[in-house]
């Protein structure tokens, strides 16, 4: 088994120390920080959603590939940074609607997100309408993602898209939503631009709502 | 079943006819107990923090919005909350929602000694304030039936995985169960005690009965290895103690989808189980196998109008679960509703139709008639 192949299953094991000294060896051993966040990290963190997709893996397994990803990400974000790895694909403002306290999800997101290259503002849960629209007037971001994980608030959703519109700012922006009872169905009928299915492929949506974008 | 909207109606009280569910047998039709949270302060026109300021709005709330709907069971303030701010937590109010946890208690072991264990309802924090409401729901509900309680009175008991994940906040819960599942074993085990005290106040004070529920253990959340080995024996220690403490008649909602346990989830021991967004024939069928067994009790499913369809189960459904009650029609509520009525009183089991989770914020009228019109409508026994 290669470096990177064992970087990528301890991520999918959440194996937080043995991913650090893994991903330092392979640094060591010339790879590059961008082989090593896309074939080892980001696959590892992957495969761990492939399997909470099928029942494999649930929320504390998800939690501990996570958190694998985060501590390598402390090695290698300054390399990623130098190389214009971070930021360079576009600015994304998170957060879970306004009385909804669930993160667990935006968390993964954020994360993901952050891998793939976007500058990333996690505003958290329970985020007021108000607060949303203002973090976009100060980072002008490309994406909004919202994050709802109950039937109750995922209608905060809608209040928010209306809220940016009034403040004049929709156009500027694309307006993905997420979370347990959000679907692509309901992303249609709120008028958001897009919907994922779970962290990873918010990625793939979220990179192809930014090139609708020029700026 | 026979088509007579109003015929005996008037000759069971809802009091009757729940507990009656609640034990297994027949009355005159099918009850309708929807968690009317949200449908009592709604119609009252006031937010959840009005009522929760003023206790005495809530019990007027709770009681006019039964006498419109006519629905069978009413709650008390039911919520997270009372027992984890007694505790020690800070929560927050939001205007119109139920109390949040502000920030996690627990983020150490060291922080375990910072907590509350031991509690007395009737003097920490706002568990006074909840059995102020009972007692006065149900001073309200005898002079109303002229000395009859016609109205039974629901409370809540969270369980202790519940409390614990309210500790320690939900994310830092998971990573305990991972890493360490002996600290969660102990969160449980010390969790345990706060609810059930406040469980048995609420019965002295006057409640009927108890839903006792669990979100943090479904298949959304944890394995079912963790939920058999670590969760579930809680689940089941609680229901016991409750029932032993009470004698209460105990509902169960399983929060999420928990498909892959349902066998288990049976053996917690509760009489009635108000269900999410589940396929409701596998529900009903897992409970009768369970019961053939002697493994569990199950007398009734309570649910899950807005999530019985198969094609609300499957992750990609036109009409995302919870919402048919406050996005589809009335007669999307009668056909759903009569789905549910065929499936578990087919199966001899008593049903009791109500929402997923909870009476769905911001649901009209309409809607909310049309559970109680369904009820009416295929719901009589013979």
Same mark, same amino acid.
């Given at each position: 088994m290669s470096i990177i192949e064992k970087i990528r299953k301890n991520v999918f094991d959440g194996d937080e120390n043995n991913t650090v000294e893994l991903v330092k060896k392979a640094l060591d051993e010339g790879k590059t920080a961008k082989e090593i966040l896309d074939e080892g990290l980001v696959a590892g963190l992957r495969d761990c959603g492939s399997g909470f997709e099928k029942g494999e893996k649930f929320i504390p397994e998800m939690l501990l590939s996570s958190e694998s990803m985060k501590v390598a990400m402390v090695v290698l974000r300054p390399l990623l940074l130098e190389g214009s790895g971070i930021g360079g694909t576009g600015r994304a403002v998170l957060a879970t609607v306004e009385g909804d306290v669930h993160d667990i999800g935006l968390e993964l997101v954020?994360?993901?997100?952050?891998?793939?290259?976007?500058?990333?503002?996690?505003?958290?849960?329970? #985020?007021?309408?108000?607060?949303?629209?203002?973090? *976009? =007037?100060? @980072?002008?971001?490309?994406?909004? &993602?919202?994050?709802?994980?109950?039937?109750?608030?995922?209608?905060?959703?809608?209040?928010?898209?209306?809220?940016?519109?009034?403040?004049?700012?929709?156009?500027? #922006?694309?307006?993905?939503?997420?979370?347990?009872? *959000? =679907?692509? @169905?309901?992303?249609?009928?709120? &008028?958001?631009?897009g919907w994922a299915y779970d962290a990873a492929s918010a990625v793939p949506k979220a990179k192809e709502l930014r090139a609708q974008l020029s700026d | 079943m026979i088509y007579d909207m109003y015929g005996n109606t008037q000759e069971v009280t809802p009091y009757e006819r729940m507990m009656g569910s609640l034990n297994g047998e027949k009355t005159d039709r099918v009850p309708v107990n929807y968690y009317p949270r949200w449908a009592a302060l709604e119609y009252a026109g006031v937010t959840f923090k009005q009522a929760w300021d003023n206790p005495d709005l809530y019990v007027k709330a709770q009681i006019q919005a039964q006498e419109r709907f006519q629905y069978d069971c009413i709650i008390d303030y039911d919520m997270m909350g009372p027992v984890e701010e007694a505790m020690g937590a800070k929560l927050k109010y939001p205007e119109n929602d139920v109390p949040q946890i502000a920030e996690p208690l627990i983020k150490t072991k060291d922080d375990m000694e910072k907590v509350k264990w031991k509690l007395d309802p009737r003097k920490d924090g706002n568990m006074p304030k909840v059995l102020y409401v009972i007692r006065r729901l149900k001073e309200e509900l005898l002079k109303r039936g002229r000395g009859t309680q016609h109205v039974p009175i629901m409370t809540w008991g969270s369980c202790p995985s519940r409390t614990a994940a309210c500790l320690t906040g939900f994310k830092e819960w998971f990573l305990i169960v991972a890493r360490d599942p002996d600290w969660a074993v102990e969160l449980m085990e010390r969790a345990l005690d706060g609810w059930l005290q406040m469980v048995v106040a609420a019965w002295e004070a006057g409640v009927d009965c108890v839903w006792v529920n669990d979100p943090v253990s479904s298949r959304d959340c944890i394995s079912r290895d963790h939920y058999e080995k670590l969760t579930q024996p809680y689940q089941r220690k609680f229901i016991e103690a409750i029932r032993r403490e009470t004698?209460?008649?105990?509902?169960?909602?399983?929060?999420?989808?928990?498909?892959?346990?349902?066998?288990?989830?049976?053996?917690?021991?509760?009489?009635?189980?108000?269900?999410?967004?589940?396929?409701?024939?596998?529900?009903?069928?897992?409970?009768?196998?369970?019961?053939?067994?002697?493994?569990?009790?199950?007398?009734?499913?309570?649910?899950?109008?807005?999530?019985?369809t198969k094609s609300t189960t499957d992750g990609q459904t036109a009409v995302p679960y919870a919402t048919t009650m406050k996005r589809g029609k009335p007669e999307d509520i009668e056909k759903e509703s009569k789905a549910v009525i065929d499936v578990v009183e087919g199966a001899d089991l008593r049903c009791i139709l109500g929402t997923n989770c909870w009476d769905v914020k911001g649901s009209s009228f309409a809607n909310r008639d049309a559970m109680v019109y369904a009820a009416r409508k295929y719901g009589q026994y013979k």
């Open positions: 954020g994360t993901m997100l952050e891998t793939a290259g976007f500058e990333v503002r996690n505003m958290g849960p329970d #985020v007021a309408t108000e607060d949303i629209v203002e973090a *976009v =007037k100060e @980072d002008k971001p490309h994406i909004v &993602g919202l994050s709802a994980l109950l039937s109750n608030t995922m209608d905060v959703m809608p209040d928010v898209i209306e809220a940016l519109a009034d403040a004049g700012l929709r156009d500027s #922006v694309k307006v993905m939503v997420g979370g347990a009872p *959000v =679907k692509q @169905d309901f992303a249609d009928e709120i &008028g958001a631009d | 004698g209460m008649k105990i509902t169960f909602h399983p929060c999420g989808n928990w498909h892959d346990r349902m066998d288990l989830v049976y053996q917690n021991q509760a009489d009635s189980y108000f269900l999410g967004p589940m396929d409701i024939e596998m529900c009903t069928q897992k409970a009768v196998e369970t019961n053939e067994k002697g493994l569990s009790r199950v007398t009734s499913l309570n649910g899950n109008v807005g999530a019985a």
